[in-house]
C-alpha cells in the first residue's frame, strides 16, 4: 500500500512525523509525505528534529495569508501531487485548513481517507474558528477515523460514522515526547541554558489562535505582564509566533515587562524539553492542552472552550477564558498555592501511552488485509 501523509503546520508536523517512521518501518506499506507548508519555517524545524524529508512540497505560504488562500492553493497543488504519487489512501491531521483541503482532493480523487486525531468538538463553529468546521467537514469525509479517546469515538457515533471504521489509538503527540524529552538535553536556544528551573517558577506560554485575534489577545498579553510584575518569583517564557498580528499584540503590550523572555519559535525538541522542565504552561495551543499532563504540568487554557475536556475533566487542564482579571487570578492562585498546584501536576493523562503510531499502522493493516485480527483499542 501507498500510503500518503499530508500536513502543512507545526502542530500537525509534529504529531505526524512519528507516524510516517511508523509507516515506512511496515514491510507491506510505502510510506509518502506532502507537505503543504502552510508554516514553512516552523514546520521546517519538525521536519528536521525528526528526519523526515517529504516526497512533495507544496510551499504555499504567503505573508498575511488569508483562509481561503490557504485553502484553494493546498487544493491546487494536491492535484499534481496525488496524480503522480498515486496514493491508495491519504492521511491528514486535527483540524487544520491542510487537513480539510488534503481531505477533500482526496475525496475528488477517489482517494480513501484517513483522519488522524479524529472526533474532537466544541460544537460551536466559531470556537476554535475555522478549526472546528475543519474538522467536522474533515469527518465527513473520512473512511477511518483515528481517535485519541474514547469520547471522541463517542462524538463520531453520534453524527452516524460507521463504528467497524473508527478506532481509539490516543494521541500521537506522546510518541513524539517519548522520543524528543531527555534529562541531559542542552538548549541551542542558549538563554533557556541560563533559566533559574527549580529556583523560580518558570512559565511557559503561546497564544497564536486566529479567534483570540483582537480584544482577548489584548487581554491575555496584559495579563500576562501583570503576572510577571506581581510576581518576583515568575520568569515567563514566550516563544513568540511569526504571525504578525500575534508580533505586533507583543510588541504593543508584553515587551519590556520584567523577567519575560520573548524569544522566536523552538523547534519541536527544545519546545518539549522546555515545556518539562517548565512549572506551568499558559496557552491557546490544542496539542499543549495534550503534551503538557503527559509531562505532569498542569495548563491554563486561555480560550472560552476546548475541544479536549478529558483534561478538564482530568483536573491537569483548567480553561481561564480570555479576561484579563481571570487569567491573573487563575494563573496567581497556581503560582503561591502549593495544594491547588500539586492537585493539577499529579493528574492523570488521558491521551495515550505513547504507542498511538503503532495502533493506527495496525489499523490500517487490518482495513486493508495486510492482519488478520482487528487491532485492540488503548482506554485511558
Known sequence: MRIMSVFGTRPEAIKMCPLVKELAARPGIESLCCVTAQHRQ????VLEVFGVTPDRDLDIMTPRQTLSGITSKCLLGMDEAVDQLKPDMILVHGDTST??????????????VGHVEAGLRTYDKYAPFPEEMNRVLTSSIADLHFCPTAGNRENLLREGRDPEGIFITGNTVIDALKTTVRKDFRFATGELNRLPYGEKKVLLVTCHRRENYGEPMKNIMLALRQIAEENRDVELVYPVHLSPVVR?????YLRGAPRVHLIDPLPADEMHNLMDRCYLVLTDSGGLQEEAPALGKPVLVL???TERPEAVAAGTVKLAGVVQDDIVTMATRLIRDKRAYDEMARAVNPYGDGNACRRIA?????RYGLRAERPAGYEA
Do not use: K, N, P
Not at 42 to 45: E, K, Y
Not at 99 to 112: C, E, P, R
Not at 248 to 252: G, K, N
Open 99 to 112: 487537513t480539510f483541503a488534503g481531505a477533500l482532493s482526496a475525496y475528488y480523487h477517489q482517494v480513501a
Open 303 to 305: 480560550r472560552r472552550e
Open 42 to 45: 516552523m514546520l521546517d524545524s
Open 362 to 366: 495496525d489499523a490500517i493493516e487490518w
Open 248 to 252: 505586533e499584540a507583543v510588541d504593543r
